[in-house]
């Protein structure tokens, strides 16, 4: 379960030194985090985004189970 999303939008208009950090919990670990569901990771801190757009996270369980949340960075 993807129980927070924090993020910081970039500093200048067109910057792109954004970030996110998700906060998850599952019963079954490790999990992976991912920003398009191909690219899977542990850490869960993704860097370098712009503003002004969409974007989802994904979260796996050591399972398999995925869950996604999108939220707009301004």
């Known amino acids: 379960t993807i ?7 970039p500093r200048c208009f067109d910057g792109a030194d954004g970030f996110v950090d998700v906060v998850a919990s599952a019963r ?3 999990l992976r985090y991912s920003m398009d569901s191909v690219n899977w990771r542990f850490t869960p801190r993704f860097e ?3 503003g002004a757009r ?3 996270v994904y979260v ?3 399972a398999g189970c995925i869950r996604k949340e999108t939220f707009y960075m301004p």
């Not at 129980?3 to 939008?9: Q, V």
């Open 60 to 62: 796996q369980s050591g």
């Open 48 to 50: 370098g985004l712009r």
């Open 54 to 56: 969409f974007y989802t």
């Open 28 to 30: 079954t670990q490790p």
């Open 3 to 9: 129980t927070r999303i924090r993020f910081e939008s």
